[in-house]
């Protein structure tokens, strides 16, 4: 593997800024180490709109069209990248076709303008969470759920009166014909039934419903829209929870009647998770952890184990239903 040139490698302290929103400058960089957060101003607010990590690229499209930057790039913690400048690049480009650039030129102004789509729906989210206490994307993301959810029994305890076991393809092409429009990703939903053991595909093509797993989960949707809670934790805080069930070993039976356990910062080893500080309040606020010091924090184990799987089946839908 080639090495990369030393001058074009830079270094940047937790906190400091790299790019600035609507500033002029045309540098691309590709991450080697670290987290950046990316935010965009709009009505007052910032907006965070991706956390970046090693090998993502930021700083693109200014790269290449010239335009102001469109978002603010900081550092979450200390960070090294490879920066590449315009100057250096267009004498790369001049080896390319004419036609090539304008090409590229509009699918990045393209670009741009998703990426004030984004930074619109994401600001109207905002606001109806803090000041009108709704939220109304995982209000939509609650409700499409729940309807795949009784669309797919019906289907199957149909499919399921005619002898034998329901076959998988055919429950899959029947579900597909009468949900009609639907904002989820049929495959991406069928997939995880499956590896969140809610669903056996055999290789005969047989289909076994694992019921007492999915009636939980269905009723925990029922549940959250009766009482208009609709939780939907950051990826920091689902990330946190990924931790959070590593230590407690998810598999080891000593954890099954233990309703609290308390664990240290440093067996999660928080001081090098990016917004973690922001994860444990969100988490604490869900009273799915409590905090007992600035060292350690007391879990729920039962809600920890239950939140990580439902929240994680959540963000694999999250930006469908965000029409982005």
Same mark, same amino acid.
């Given at each position: ?118 930074? =619109? !729906?994401? *600001?109207?989210?905002?606001? #109806? ?8 994307? $995982? %209000?939509?993301?609650? /409700? ?118 308390? =664990? !240290?910062? *440093?067996?999660?080893?928080? #001081? ?8 444990? $309040? %969100?988490?604490?606020? /869900? ?38």
């Amino acid at each position: 593997m080639n090495r990369m040139p030393s001058e074009n490698v830079q270094t940047f302290a937790k906190g400091e800024i790299l790019i600035r929103e609507n500033e002029i400058s045309r540098k691309m960089f590709v991450i080697t180490s670290g987290k950046v957060r990316v935010t965009k101003a709009y009505m007052n607010q910032k907006i965070t709109l991706a956390i970046l990590g090693e090998g993502e690229i930021f700083g693109e499209m200014s790269f290449v069209d010239g335009q102001p930057r469109s978002a603010t790039i900081e550092a979450l913690t200390p960070v090294e990248c490879f920066v590449l400048d315009s100057a250096e690049a267009e004498q790369q480009f001049k080896g390319l076709p004419e036609w090539l650039m304008p090409i590229v030129r509009t699918v990045f102004s393209r670009l741009r303008s998703a990426d004030t789509r984004t930074t =619109v !729906l994401a *600001s109207m989210n905002e606001i #109806e969470k803090r000041h009108f206490k709704r939220d109304s994307v $995982a %209000e939509d993301l609650y /409700r499409e759920l729940l309807r795949l959810n009784r669309v797919f029994l019906l289907v199957y305890e149909r499919s399921g009166t005619t002898g034998g076991k329901p076959q998988a393809k055919n429950v899959l092409r029947e579900l597909d014909e009468v949900l009609g429009d639907h904002t989820l990703n049929l495959q991406t939903y069928w997939k995880l039934l499956c590896e969140c053991d809610f669903l056996d595909e055999a290789e005969s093509g047989d289909l076994t419903l694992q019921r007492v797993n999915f009636d939980k989960w269905t009723e925990e949707l029922k549940s959250e829209i009766a009482a208009q809670t609709y939780t939907l934790l950051s990826h920091t805080s689902v990330a946190l929870l990924r931790r959070i069930i590593g230590h407690l070993h998810a598999d080891d039976e000593s954890y099954s009647g233990t309703p609290k356990v308390k =664990v !240290l910062h *440093s067996e999660l080893n928080l #001081e090098h998770m990016p917004l973690a500080d922001e994860a444990l $309040a %969100e988490m604490a606020k /869900r009273e799915i952890i409590h905090r007992i010091d600035n060292e350690t924090i007391e879990v729920d184990v039962p809600k920890a184990f239950n939140a990580f799987m439902y929240q994680s089946l959540l963000k694999y839908f999250e930006h469908r239903v965000h029409g982005i």
